[in-house]
């Protein structure tokens, strides 16, 4: 006859099904709701840091956008004060620039003049070095055509600077991936 396996006590012990304590149910939900907590507040705190990196980003791009606005307008008007300038100077030709019509040129021209200066000094603070480089570019050739003396060179540094003003927008469209 063969033997009944009997399980030994300890074994029997060990699998036995024994009632939970009264303490474990509150331990281990009390644990899960503390576990869950510390996960929420981790998770909350990256999602506000990355949506504060995104509305910075969004604040530098917009200025950046409104700078480089501000700049194509304002050397546009610099180009035009500046063929109005030069047309009332040729007016009257040999006279003093002392005429009341190239006086108030002159001074338009010179009020755009430091106006796209300053905005020029603006957008270099808030840009990359690639399109500073480009508003250095129209700052040079703005600075040019304030003092060309001459018709020939007025019509060279205008068209120069034109052409620095398209590479700027170029770049600026670059940076921003807009083809």
């Known amino acids: 006859m063969t033997p009944i396996l009997s399980l ?6 060990a699998v036995a099904v024994m009632p939970a304590p009264w303490w474990g149910v509150p331990i281990i939900a009390g644990s899960f709701l503390v576990i869950g907590a510390v996960l929420g507040y981790v998770s909350n705190s ?9 509305e910075q980003l969004r604040r530098w791009d917009q200025n950046v956008l409104d700078h480089t606005s501000r700049v194509i307008l304002l050397t546009i008007q610099f180009i035009q004060d500046s063929g109005d300038h030069r047309r009332a100077v040729e007016i009257k030709p ?14 338009k021209l010179l009020a755009t003049y430091e106006s796209l200066s300053s905005e020029l000094v603006s957008m270099r603070l808030v840009t990359t070095a690639e399109v500073r480089a480009q508003v250095n570019e129209v700052r040079d ?14 019509h060279e540094d205008s068209t120069r600077l034109t052409k620095s003003l398209d590479a700027l927008e170029s770049t600026v469209r670059k940076h921003f991936g807009i083809s």
């Open 8 to 13: 030994s006590p300890l074994l029997q012990a």
């Open 46 to 54: 990256l999602q506000d840091t990355k949506k504060a990196k995104r």
């Open 94 to 107: 040999g006279e003093p620039l002392s005429s009341p019509i190239s006086e108030t040129t002159l001074s």
């Open 141 to 154: 050739n703005s600075f040019l055509l304030l003092m060309a003396t001459n018709v020939e060179q007025m």
